[in-house]
């Protein structure tokens, strides 16, 4: 079976090299363990483009996410050892850590924090710059998840948040005799584990390291000319900090799921011969992520999204903003299949790791450029559906095709979609007024505006080498937005999320500048729009209408409602048809839906709604 199996995965190479090349990545380094032993290991590409080397198992990788694990495994050692507990408050350990809500400061605990269950608000495009520099000290971590908004009461919801790592490797500082997160990491997990090319640190000296890149709009790859400073020592550390290789990761996969086997066979927290401990806490869901149509688990555990197939996979990830509907794996399954995944992503860096425990199995693909779609993804559910052999493949190539293809497509949108809600004909106060520092609460974050080559410009964090032209867009406000070719120039992870570009100034009483809002963070303001409703607004817009002789604003507030309550609904929740009788396909049944929807849905004249029928 092993034998068949390998051949199978061997014939799937030209069908990743050909995913590699739609995606615009510059390589790949992928693993297969299955059954406890590595089967599988390719490179495809380049790890330098420039150098020409194809990249192999023993290629180092900024990790990005896949960092969480080792950071929940660091705790879980703690716990073992009676540092702390799971259900210990955080502010018990870390007198810092004083947030502004009283249940959150009183109650949260490290669980909280890495199930992403906390409830704050994630803010995660603040804490790096241009190239992936830190842009705020480690220090400056628990002053600003102190700060952090509440979207929804503590282990109320699920919200991937970066910051609750943050506070996880503050802990593991705290509680480690003087040592630092990455020097605990090493002393606890890569030695023991014989880890030898995992590291936290950019200074090492070991060779083979993949250069990192960022694809641009033509799917060619631009060589960074910095690296991140994703590391020991710098904010974020125990979110993204760790950097590592495929043959070092197939061994802490096979570690951590030898221990999670032992352990659960004989309900015990600890294993012989293996460092690992209290793996069915790590491997456990304690967040519900989103409801599947099938009713199978999809929850969020301790550095890991936990997922019973056949599902969905890839929400962590970049590709459902990329394609219509994502590719359901595992389909024609006859019994659930408990899959632990994650995934990873920065601005040089696409990742991809899923975890079967009843077949000790272990799927890795490791990426060195930010393509144009999540390419490890795609090549990780092409080998997973391999791995089980999946009844019903999807097919990746096309998925690749038309998420690359939608990607690029965003960021000419971002100008033309605010060019569509511009209000003409507004004019700005004299440029002067707009320059300044402006810092957020607790002075951590700053942003500058100057006056140059008469146009405002801004730039982040006094990061003086990258300032952004502005141009004004209406009254008060300005934009600064990018191609996704200058966005690569510069380095900076791609959002293209509209409202990120908007700089809205303020006044102060005496109608000087006095402030400004930046919409940076798309989970914040969603939630804050569902959460803060405004009658009044309506009852305005109302007396408006009436005034102008428009037609009834009452029926634009119910479709606004309708929305809100539906986006509210599907947050956590997905629908299926009911299949008619006579055999019906689910994919017939999706457009019967589909064109039910369209055909319903037509605009209805107002004499409909006085009079109906």
């Known amino acids: 079976m092993t034998e068949l199996l390998q051949a199978r995965l061997r014939a799937l190479s030209p069908t990743i090299s050909e995913i590699v090349k739609l995606s615009g990545a510059p390589g790949a380094s992928i693993g297969i363990l299955h059954h406890g032993e590595v089967i599988h ?28 694990s080792f950071t929940a495994t660091m705790i879980a050692m703690l716990v073992e050892r009676g540092k702390l507990g799971w259900d210990t408050p955080v502010s018990t350990i870390l007198p810092r850590f004083q947030h502004w809500d009283e249940t959150v400061q009183r109650k949260a605990s490290v669980v909280d924090f890495l199930a992403h269950r906390s409830g704050l608000a994630p803010k995660n495009h603040i804490w790096s710059t241009e190239y992936g520099q830190a842009a705020m000290s480690r220090e400056d971590a628990v002053p600003m998840v102190n700060t952090l908004e509440k979207l929804f009461e503590l282990g109320g919801g699920f919200q991937y948040n970066n910051w609750g790592y943050a506070i996880a490797d503050e802990l593991i500082t705290a509680l480690s005799d003087g040592l630092s997160w990455g020097n605990t990491l090493e002393n606890n997990i890569f030695e023991p584990l014989g880890l030898s090319r995992t590291i936290t640190s950019n200074s090492t000296g070991l060779d083979n390291g993949a250069e990192p890149y960022q694809a641009l709009s033509n799917g060619t790859s631009h060589h960074l000319d910095r690296r991140p400073s994703f590391e020991d020592g710098q904010i974020m550390q125990g979110a993204v900090g760790v950097q590592s290789c495929v043959r070092d990761l197939l061994t802490y996969y096979d570690a951590l799921l030898a221990a999670f086997t032992d352990q659960t066979q004989h309900n015990t927290t600890s294993s012989v011969d293996n460092p690992l401990v209290q793996v069915p806490i790590l491997f456990q869901g304690h967040a519900k992520m989103f409801e599947l149509p099938s009713g199978n688990e999809n929850s969020y555990a301790l550095g890991w999204a936990r997922t019973e197939l056949p599902a ?57 450029g930010l393509a144009n779609n999540d390419v490890s993804e795609w090549i990780g559910e092409l080998l997973l559906e391999t791995v089980i052999d999946s009844p019903e493949k999807n097919d990746y190539l096309e998925l690749a095709k038309v998420s690359a293809k939608n990607s690029t497509a965003r960021w000419p949108k971002i100008k033309a979609d605010l060019d569509k809600e511009r209000i003409p004909g507004t004019s700005p106060l004299p440029l002067a007024s707009y320059v300044g520092q402006f810092y957020n609460k607790n002075k951590v974050l700053m942003i500058e505006i100057r006056h140059e080559d008469k146009q405002l410009q801004i730039c982040f964090q006094g990061k003086h080498e990258f300032w952004y032209p502005m141009e004004h867009y209406e009254n008060d406000v300005f934009t600064w937005v990018l191609t996704r070719d200058e966005n690569v120039q510069r380095g900076r992870f791609p959002i293209t999320w509209r409202a990120f570009y908007k700089i809205r100034f303020q ?54 409602e309708f929305v809100a309550v539906m986006a509210t609904l599907f947050r956590d929740w997905r629908v299926s048809p009911v299949l008619a009788d006579g055999g019906e396909t689910p994919e017939a049944a999706r457009k019967r839906v589909l064109n039910q929807i369209e055909t319903d849905s037509a605009s209805v004249l107002l004499i409909h709604m006085l009079h109906p029928r």
């Open 41 to 68: 290991t390719e490179g495809f590409g380049f790890c330098n483009i420039e150098k020409r080397l194809v990249p192999d198992q023993d290629t180092i990788y900024y990790l990005a996410s896949l960092s969480k």
């Open 312 to 368: 969905p996979m890839g929400s962590i990830g970049l590709n459902p903003t990329y394609v219509p509907e994502m590719p359901i794996i595992g389909k024609g399954l006859k019994e659930p299949k408990l899959c632990i995944w994650h995934q990873g992503s920065n601005m040089c860096s696409l990742h991809f790791v899923a975890l079967l425990p009843d077949t000790h199995t272990a799927v890795l693909v490791l990426s060195n």
């Open 507 to 560: 006044r102060s009483d005496d109608g000087r500048i006095d402030r400004l809002v930046w919409k940076h963070d798309g989970a914040f303001w969603w939630r804050k729009l569902l959460s803060h409703w405004n009658n009044r607004r309506w009852a305005a817009m109302m007396d408006l209408a009436a005034r102008l002789g428009r037609d009834c604003v009452g029926r634009k507030l119910s479709q606004v």
